[in-house]
């Protein structure tokens, strides 16, 4: 007998730095690069139901990659999704949307995939739809994620920095991830390449947040409002680089609020995806 | 700076059906099979220190995989271990401490290796101690982790069933792992690939005790004390599976309780190990 309903966990990801690997094949196409998980994240309830329907904090609301998911999984389900966190800004949340409800479908329709399969629907869901090109993979991990190569298992290959820390955010608006892709994928993946290549070097904490700064000081993507924010903490002392993709500014430690900011807080989180 | 002092947290791991890998290289030897992480485990906190040093639970101990771990790494520090689990009963610690002890050393003693170097460090100091071969790779991973080729990265290769789970275990006794190895490899490799192979047609939480039950019956690798709460829960309708290699037997739900007995009580963790 199936449950009636499973509930599962995703965190947030930010990326700090990344290379656009486009190929015919969904599965092949993501992105390289390096970006952490955290502790705020979504929530996302599945039930089996006579028709989809996606909530997102109660709203009834399109959501590309869930919508994805569940039809490549051949399910119709209620979607209940909660999040802390502002969507279109930087915390791959179409991605964590998608693979918590393709973690809940499994379970509560008892479908005998395996997490890669399922990794591998709600990438390829995040990709169809536009909205991400590697959050998937790192969310389904945790930490502070290397993306090696691009795509979904078995393509895909991972590492990570073993870390923690605290995190500091703060979100001024949403950025579009397909217009910015289109701009200059070319620019952004020899900048994400090189930055990857430094970190790589020498994987620590310390030197990803210098990755991510140089990338962001790179490729040129920070808004007027990010640029006042880097500016401000570095001319404090501190280190900050900007959430690709969102008008997003994170920091560890006490960075942000040290530049007398208010920023939201939270932590590198160890642990990825899971159901509850 | 270093910082002074690192914690590291690493789940217990409970094989339930395996299939050895010998080859002359400690990195590519290892086991195929199935088994999940524990919300039981260990701790492990390193120290710079003047001379190496181990204690577990407070006294002064030779853990081989742990000294095999420093030593790779080319540390001296004093290493302190607490774990509520009984050691060589089939949890996979001999693995949990040496991967705790490098995730632990890398931290305090900056030395920049990624998550999949330490991963390495700490297989092959579990290999050659001879103490374990597919614990460290499970509790680095975390859930219920399928193994489908031995070994560390990049030679292993994993995949997970998402689920949750409480379980129940009983330990009765040790099992010496070496010992048990030698007397029949080819016949536990037999029956290991075979239960491996009819889990992975049916990848679920269900499917890999029944599994593990039938691993146990082929090998017959059960002690008499085993081999009678196995029968005593499977007469009360239940279903439980020997833990390799210990004196131990595991069941999920409440079937070792509900036979009578008095089990300890955790839950399969999601997030394997991690830097606190």
Same mark, same amino acid.
């Given at each position: 007998?199936?449950?009636?309903?499973?509930?599962?966990?995703?965190?947030?990801?930010?990326?700090?730095?990344?290379?656009?690997?486009?190929?015919?094949?969904?599965?092949?196409?993501?992105?390289?690069?390096?970006?952490?998980?955290?502790?705020?994240?979504?929530t996302?309830?599945?039930?089996?139901?006579?028709?989809?329907?996606?909530?997102?904090d109660?709203?009834?609301?399109?959501?590309?990659?869930?919508?994805?998911?569940?039809?490549?999984?051949?399910?119709?389900?209620?979607?209940?999704i909660e999040t802390?966190?502002?969507?279109?800004?930087?915390?791959?949340?179409? +991605? @964590?949307?998608? &693979?918590?409800?393709?973690? %809940? #479908?499994?379970?509560?329709?008892? =479908?005998?995939?395996?997490? /890669?399969?399922?990794?591998?629907?709600?990438?390829?869901?995040?990709?169809?739809?536009?909205?991400?090109?590697?959050?998937?993979?790192?969310?389904?991990? +945790? @930490?502070?994620? &290397?993306?090696?190569?691009? %795509? #979904?298992?078995?393509?895909?290959? =991972?590492?990570?920095?073993? /870390?923690?820390?605290?995190?500091?955010?703060?979100?001024?608006?949403?950025?579009?991830?397909?217009?910015?892709?289109?701009?200059?994928?070319?620019?952004?993946?020899?900048?994400?390449?090189?930055?990857?290549?430094?970190?790589?070097?020498?994987?620590?904490?310390?030197?990803?947040?210098?990755?991510?700064?140089?990338?962001?000081?790179?490729?040129?993507?920070?808004?007027?409002?990010?640029?006042?924010?880097?500016?401000?903490?570095?001319?404090?002392?501190?280190?900050?680089?900007?959430?690709?993709?969102?008008?997003?500014?994170?920091?560890?430690?006490?960075?942000?609020?040290?530049?007398?900011?208010?920023?939201?807080?939270?932590?590198?989180?160890?642990?990825?995806?899971?159901?509850?």
């Amino acid at each position: 007998m199936p449950e009636p309903v499973a509930r599962a966990v995703v965190p947030g990801h930010v990326t700090g730095l990344f290379a656009v690997h486009q190929t015919d094949d969904p599965v092949r196409t993501g992105s390289r690069g390096a970006g952490f998980t955290m502790t705020d994240g979504v929530t996302v309830t599945v039930r089996p139901n006579d028709e989809r329907k996606v909530l997102v904090d109660g709203e009834p609301t399109t959501v590309g990659s869930v919508q994805r998911v569940l039809e490549d999984l051949g399910v119709t389900a209620r979607v209940e999704i909660e999040t802390d966190l502002p969507i279109g800004t930087g915390f791959g949340l179409s +991605g @964590g949307m998608g &693979l918590g409800t393709a973690f %809940g #479908a499994n379970a509560v329709f008892d =479908l005998g995939q395996t997490t /890669t399969d399922l990794i591998r629907v709600a990438h390829v869901a995040d990709v169809e739809a536009g909205t991400g090109l590697g959050d998937v993979v790192a969310q389904a991990r +945790g @930490g502070l994620v &290397l993306r090696l190569e691009a %795509g #979904a298992p078995p393509h895909g290959r =991972l590492d990570g920095i073993e /870390t923690t820390a605290r995190v500091e955010y703060l979100t001024r608006g949403e950025l579009s991830t397909p217009t910015v892709l289109n701009e200059r994928p070319a620019e952004i993946t020899r900048a994400g390449n090189q930055a990857l290549e430094t970190l790589l070097a020498d994987p620590t904490r310390d030197r990803f947040l210098e990755a991510a700064q140089e990338f962001t000081a790179d490729v040129g993507l920070a808004t007027e409002s990010v640029r006042t924010i880097l500016e401000t903490v570095e001319a404090n002392g501190g280190q900050a680089a900007m959430a690709m993709l969102g008008e997003t500014v994170f920091a560890f430690d006490h960075d942000l609020s040290d530049a007398g900011y208010d920023p939201q807080v939270a932590a590198i989180d160890p642990c990825g995806a899971s159901l509850e």
